[in-house]
């Protein structure tokens, strides 16, 4: 367990907070790293190379609760702690999630009706579902639950943790002058990993207040190429390996209809270095603990250490195992209304776990000039809304884009409870 804290620990210091992953820089047209969103988009130039390290970086985050509904501000200029209305304020099921994507190296070019591209790239995906009563027992007390003489059940949760970095070479082919298709293969090589197998408790506590019962069946594997548990430094460092594609496809109605399709991220990781599971599972009943006030020394390590001994917690390396990065499905129109002005819209569904979230986007995307593009967004992503903005600029073959999300709340920003903004540079021509 230690392991899994230190590498989510480490994960989170580079992300900020969760994805609500703003898709406006990937709809302007000369930006070529529209290609993440689909590896059939057209593309404008004809070559491009990425600035190191800074081809395409975007860090995005959520919590489930904002500034304002943890803390009131007082009159006297001091807070007060409020997690009653934070609590009254989340969804059933609770979402804090991060991501990192980072394009470290990349370029692409032209050759008649075929574009080929490199990448190599770093991603990490972070996301963690928690029921609500699980805060509410923090919150609320266990005494609130029974009077109510109610379980909780705390069956849905799971932890999820992909870091990752990605080698892959595109294709992008024309047929005709309307239909391309788009390949991009890739080569993954894994950094840290935590899946869950199953996360599943129950709170009882009894309406006369003498007993508590929890029970427990938890499942975890993860592997990291630093060994937490020994430190013994790095593992394999091709040990944990794996394969992921995109593919997508754009077709040109007319001139000024085009639809496209694309899936992104679907693969595997196997990973083979520094594997453990851990496991707890069992139940205990605690009707507290006698202490005598009058005691020089208290003594309740022998009675914790009874407790979780009930839990058959238990930590072992394993063998190799395998997961499935965090695919993608989406499908995009636009509607061009002259050579300056386009609409666009965008479903997508995200397979993280065994659950799939929808993403919906509608977005307005202007060229008033060659060296200047703009776009405006609005979509809702896990049960929040939110506005979005993409700007890029040409300077000669110097091309810079920056992105930035949550301006629904601009003006309160102790509202927020997610946040995206990205930044790119590279030499188009």
Same mark, same amino acid.
């Given at each position: ?5 230190l590498?989510?620990?480490?994960i989170?210091?580079f ?6 992953d ?8 000369n ?9 059939a988009?057209?593309i404008v130039?004809r ?6 390290v800074?081809g395409n ?11 304002n ?7 006297d200029?001091?807070?007060t702690v409020t997690p009653?209305?934070?609590y009254?304020?989340?969804?059933e099921?609770?979402?804090v999630?991060?991501s ?5 190296l990349?370029?692409g070019f032209n050759v008649?009706?075929t574009f080929?591209d490199?990448s190599?790239?770093?991603?990490t995906?972070?996301?963690m ?6 805060i ?5 007390g266990?005494?609130?639950y029974?009077?109510?003489?109610e ?20 294709i992008?082919q024309?047929?005709g ?5 788009g390949?991009?293969p890739?080569?993954l ?6 899946e869950?197998?199953r996360m599943?408790?129950?709170f009882?506590t ?14 975890l ?5 630093y060994?937490y548990v ?6 394999k460092f091709?040990?944990n390996?794996g394969?992921?594609f995109d ?8 001139n000024?209809f085009?639809?496209g399709?694309?899936v992104i991220?679907l693969?595997?990781?196997?990973w083979?270095?520094?594997?453990y599971?851990y496991?707890t599972?069992g139940?205990?009943t605690?009707?507290g603990?006698?202490?005598?006030l009058?005691?020089?020394e208290?003594n309740?390590q ?12 238990s930590?072992?390396e394993?063998?190799g ?5 965090n695919?993608?499905?989406l499908?995009?129109?636009n509607y061009d209304?002259?050579n300056?002005?386009r ?5 997508? #569904?995200? &397979?993280i776990?065994?659950?799939? /979230?929808p993403?919906?986007s !509608? %977005?307005?995307?202007? =060229?008033p000039?060659?060296w200047?593009?703009f776009?405006a967004?609005a979509?809702y992503y896990?049960?929040?809304?939110n506005?979005?903005?993409a #700007?890029g &600029?040409s300077?000669?073959p110097? /091309?810079?884009?920056?992105? !930035? %999300?949550?301006?629904l =709340? ?18 188009i021509w």
């Open positions: 367990m230690k392991r899994i804290i590498s989510a620990a480490v989170l210091i992300q900020i907070a969760y994805s609500q703003n898709t406006a820089v990937y709809l302007m047209k930006n070529p790293e529209n290609l993440a969103f689909n590896p988009n057209p130039k070559n491009y190379i990425n600035i190191p800074l970086l975007s860090v995005t985050g959520s919590i489930p609760f904002s500034y509904r943890l803390f009131r501000e007082n009159d200029n001091t807070l009653r209305n934070m009254n304020s989340l969804k099921n609770s979402i999630s991060a990192v994507n980072d394009k470290i990349g370029f008649k009706k080929l490199v190599l790239g770093f991603k995906d972070f996301n579902l928690i029921p609500k009563e699980l509410g027992l923090v919150v609320n266990n005494a609130y029974a009077d109510k003489n379980t909780l059940d705390f069956g849905n949760m799971y932890v999820n943790l992909n870091s990752y970095a990605e080698l892959g070479v595109g992008q024309t047929f002058e309307k239909l391309r298709v390949l991009r890739k080569f090589l894994g950094l840290a990993n935590i869950t197998e599943n408790a129950t009882y009894s309406p006369e207040y003498d007993s508590i019962l929890v029970s427990e069946d938890i499942l594997k993860s592997s990291c190429l060994d020994n430190n013994t430094g790095i593992g091709y040990g390996s394969f992921a593919l997508g496809i754009t077709y040109q109605i007319n000024q085009s639809i399709a694309s991220d693969g595997l990781i196997k083979n270095s520094n594997n599971e496991r599972d139940e205990v605690f009707k603990i006698e202490l005598d009058l005691q020089q208290l309740l022998g009675e914790l250490d009874s407790l979780v001994n009930n839990f058959n917690g930590s072992e394993i063998s195992y395998t997961t499935h990065t695919t993608k499905v499908i995009q129109g209304i002259n300056i002005h609409i666009s819209a965008s479903a997508r #569904l995200d &397979f776990e065994s659950k799939k /979230y993403y919906y !509608v %977005a307005y995307v202007c =060229n000039a060659r200047f593009e776009v967004n979509y896990r049960e929040m809304f506005l979005g903005t #700007l &600029f300077i000669g110097f /091309y810079l884009n920056m992105s !930035v %999300a949550t301006l =709340n601009v003006n309160q920003l102790k509202d927020v409870k997610a946040f995206s903004a990205g930044i790119g540079m590279s030499f």
